[in-house]
């Protein structure tokens, strides 16, 4: 179902917003309300608003900035970020709840791993909510294989 695929990619081309971090100085890539409304709790989801992007920079602190330079930093969301944390709990696709644990469990075992097949057959069987479960509002596929290549140095260093 190649068509669902291809909607789904939609997702995964928000285009980053020339709204820097206040803190590092990187692009964003803008969110949305339903992003916000599900990672950031209460009192800082107001003072966040609506425009807001999330920094994609993994060594920045900074999760959400407004151009109002209001930041809302790691360990303030409702969960870890992947890219912000690289906690073996934390959570590299939100809508399957698959963690970094979990990639270094299979690849430590077999030296390979199915999670981003299982995670393409979910798309494709429309089973994905990137906007509202990951903090980053878009499909996870990027940080997944991201975090696979971590591993897999980590473990040829071993
Ligand atoms: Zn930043």
């Not at 916000?36 to 966040?48: A, F, T, W």
């Not at 993994?58 to 109002?68: E, I, K, Q, T």
């Not at 944390?85 to 430590?108: I, K, Q, S, T």
Request: glycine letters at 8%; hydrophobic letters at 30%; one cysteine or more.
């Amino acid at each position: 179902m190649p068509q669902t695929v291809e909607s789904h990619d939609a997702c995964c081309k928000i285009p980053t917003v020339a709204c820097p971090c206040p803190v590092c100085g990187n692009k964003g890539r803008k969110v949305t309300a339903l992003t916000l409304d599900h990672h950031v709790p209460g009192p800082l989801r107001e003072k966040i608003g609506n425009d807001a992007a999330f920094c994609l920079n993994p060594a920045c602190d900074v999760v959400y900035c407004n151009p109002a330079g209001f930041t809302i930093k790691k360990g303030q969301t409702a969960l870890p970020v992947t890219i912000k944390d690289a906690g073996d709990d934390v959570f590299v696709c939100y809508c399957f709840e698959h963690r970094r644990g979990d990639l270094r469990r299979d690849l430590a075992a077999n030296g390979t791993t199915d999670i981003p097949e299982r995670i393409k057959q979910g798309v494709k069987e429309g089973r994905c909510d990137c906007e509202r479960k990951n903090p980053q509002g878009a499909c996870c596929l990027g940080n997944v294989a991201n975090a696979i290549k971590e591993i897999q140095s980590g473990l040829k260093r071993l």
